[in-house]
T-cell receptor, first 114, second 114 residues
Framework: NAGVTQTPKFQVLKTGQSMTLQCAQD?????MYWYRQDPGMGLRLIYY???????DKGEVPNGYNVSRLNKREFSLRLESAAPSQTSVYFC?????????????FGNGTRLTVT | QQQVKQSPQSLIVQKGGISIINCAYE??????FPWYQQFPGKGPALLIA?????SEKKEGRFTISFNKSAKQFSLHIMDSQPGDSATYFC?????????????FGQGTRLTINP
């Protein structure tokens, strides 16, 4: 049981380049999330998808787009990378909004934009 | 604007001691307060959580104390062990259309000295 799988693990981009971060979960969860983690800032929600076919903005959506490809997969795209997007990106999934529905996180993608 | 404020940023405790991490929130719409534990190179994982209608929850050596009127909650780790060395995040959640939108604190890096 792999849980939440993120690819790639590491990536270096030059300013202006684009890339897509991939996320897949095998727990049949309805909701999926993208967070970024920066020192001293905790984790901040970029986008989320409450169910297949829906996506919504989180706290820090500017510069990003997402696609909920199917129930398993939720991708994050940077169209024109900027140094301010240097961060560790985490994908998470959850069964819903109930009190007994913790989020399950992947192991992250470390992105550096030069 | 940090909706959930966490302190201290770092904490060093001797083995067998009590580790205490504090959080404060502002938004009274939050209705679920989890704590996540993160080891280096890994994603956060749920440690323990509490609902606002409960003042304390204990699971093994981990206890959450919750003060609704003060809008504060804290994590106590009793008999702290070197294996507890990790980064801890408090969070607060609002539930919206089937999703659980977590707002995280800044994180506390806990080191347990043997």
């Amino acid at each position: 049981n792999a849980g939440v799988t993120q690819t790639p693990k590491f990536q270096v981009l030059k300013t202006g380049q684009s890339m897509t971060l991939q996320c897949a979960q095998d727990m049949n969860h309805n909701s999926m999330y993208w967070y970024r983690q920066d020192p001293g800032m905790g984790l901040r929600l970029i986008y989320y998808s409450a169910s297949e076919g829906t996506t919504d903005k989180g706290e820090v959506p500017n510069g990003y787009n997402v696609s909920r490809l199917n129930k398993r997969e939720f991708s994050l795209r940077l169209e024109s990378a900027a140094p301010s997007q240097t961060s560790v990106y985490f994908c998470a999934s959850g069964q819903g909004q109930g009190y007994n529905s913790p989020l399950h996180f992947g192991n992250g993608t470390r992105l550096t934009v030069t | 604007q940090q909706q959930v404020k966490q302190s201290p940023q770092s904490l060093i405790v001797q083995k067998g001691g009590i580790s205490i991490i504090n959080c404060a929130y502002e938004n009274t719409a939050f209705d679920y307060f989890p704590w996540y534990q993160q080891f280096p190179g890994k994603g956060p994982a749920l440690l323990i959580a509490i609902r606002p209608d409960v003042s304390e929850k204990k699971e093994g050596r981990f206890t959450i104390s919750f003060n609704k009127s003060a809008k504060q909650f804290s994590l106590h780790i009793m008999d702290s062990q070197p294996g507890d060395s990790a980064t801890y995040f408090c969070a607060a959640s609002t539930r919206l259309q089937g999703a659980q939108k977590l707002v995280f604190g800044q994180g506390t890096r806990l080191t347990i000295n043997p």
